[in-house]
Every structure is written in C-alpha cells, then in structure tokens.
C-alpha cells in the first residue's frame, strides 16, 4: 500500500510497507550499536496458502538456492553465464517475476525471508516457466559476505523496504551507510543500484547516504524517474492517484 508519512502506524503492526501491497520481510537494522550483528530482516507470521505450499515443493528444490557459507559457482547455479541481478526482500513477488519476463537476457538473484512470498514467487516462475530466477531464504547481509563474489554483480534492486515510520527506528533501515558499503563492494564497476520507496522521509536519507558514498554517482540530479522495467503496481497506481509519491534513486558504481 502507498503509506501517508502523516500516518501513525504502530511499530508492532506488520503490514505491507511498499507500494506494491507485498508485505516485505527484510526490515533493516542498520548500523548496529555496541557491535551488535547486522540483520537485514525481521521475521513476521504469515500463512502459506495451499497453492504456495505447492510451489514450495514442487518448484522449490530447483529454484531455491540453500544457504551456504562460500561462493556457489552462479553459472553452474543458473545454467549459463548472463548480466546478474540481486534483489533484496522482494515481497510477494510479482514485480519480480514481471522484471524477469521483460529481461530474459539477465538473471535475477532474490534473497527474502517470507516463506509465502517466496512460494508466490515459486508459483509464478511455474506458471509463467521463468528459468532466469533463483532465490535465497536468508538474511540479506551474510548472503552478501559469503555467497556474492566482490565486483560481480550487474545490479541490485531494492523496491520498497521497510520505512521503520517512527524517528527512533531509523537506525533500522536498510539504507545505511555501512550495509551500502558492502552492497557496493559486490557491484561490478559501471553496475548499478536502483532504489524505490514511497516514504519521503526515507527516500531523503537514501539520497543522502547513497550520495555520500564515494564508489557510487547518481544518474540524476537527485531522484531519476522511474526506469521501464521497474512495473507500477495496482496499490501504487491507486497512492499516485490520491497524491502520494513514490521516488526511485539509481546510481552506479563509478568505473574507477
């Protein structure tokens, strides 16, 4: 849903917190004080309907990629050598699954700790038979230091994450100076990060960590308007036409 940064809402409610209506599990901690470890989710409860319980095993062991603590050779995984994409809490998957259609060419690495999500995931690639997705059920950050090679990525995209509304909770954000640092670590020179939410208080502090960060350049001037293969959900659509915005930021990583 397209949130109202006017809007109180309770920092126990979990409910969707992007404007594609996909309740995003991957709520950051950001920097983390007193040298507490750096999770890039929180866990919330949700029920897995039949049908993503059916895609769960029926699509999972092909596509689902476990949790390790070292490289996998990604070629091997995806079955060719191909531009990679890394997406972080995709949600509910659907614009995922549309990126995916409209860019054969590219293959898409989605990392999400929401076991419905990933089976709505799973039961699109089965009905639209999307070869060039892979996905991980782990904590973002720990996917990034063991399973993702520096300078190897062609892109990250990370749609919406959780806001964390409240002023004392933006420590938690995803969009943080170190977790960046470490995104940017894994990105090939010339690659690029796409960022979207539809909270203007966050999307000024992405802007602003994003623009202190010395490996990365805006394509912008600040806020660069939404790319083609970026899809404009239903929830979004409806938030645009009551007002609300939605900003996207893409910068790449500067090729020296």
């Known amino acids: 849903m397209i ?21 995003h599990d991957t709520a950051a901690e950001g920097e983390v004080l007193h040298r507490r470890r750096i999770r890039s989710f929180v866990t919330r409860a949700g029920r897995v309907s039949t049908g993503q319980r059916r895609a769960l095993d ?35 998957g659907a614009s995922t699954a549309e990126i995916a259609a ?21 039961k699109l690639i089965g009905e639209q038979n999307l070869t060039n997705i892979r996905i991980i059920q782990h904590d ?37 100076p170190k977790f960046v640092e470490l995104l940017v670590s894994r990105m090939k020179p010339g690659g690029y990060l796409h960022c979207a939410t ?13 623009g202190a960060e010395p490996a990365l350049e805006n394509t ?19 938030g645009l036409r009551l007002g609300h915005g939605v900003w996207d930021l893409v910068f790449r990583r500067r090729e020296q």
């Open 3 to 23: 949130h109202d940064p006017n809007d109180a809402v309770p920092s126990d409610c979990p409910q969707p917190d992007d404007a594609s209506g996909e309740a």
């Open 58 to 92: 029926e699509f999972g062991p092909r596509y689902v990629v476990p949790y390790t603590p070292h490289e996998p050779d990604w070629d091997t995984v995806f079955g060719r050598r191909a531009p990679r994409v890394l997406e972080i809490g995709f949600g509910m």
């Open 102 to 122: 409209m860019r054969p060419g590219d293959d898409f690495l989605g990392v999400e700790v929401h076991e419905p999500g990933i089976g709505a995931l799973l």
């Open 140 to 176: 973002a950050v720990e996917v990034l230091e063991q399973m993702i090679a520096p300078a190897s990525l062609d892109g990250v995209h990370i749609f919406f994450p959780d806001p964390w509304h409240k002023a004392r909770h933006h420590k938690r954000r995803l969009i943080q």
């Open 198 to 210: 539809d909270w203007q208080n966050y999307a000024e502090q992405m802007l602003e960590v994003l």
């Open 220 to 238: 912008a001037a600040d806020y660069a308007p939404r790319p083609d293969y970026r899809p404009v959900t239903k929830f979004e659509r409806r």
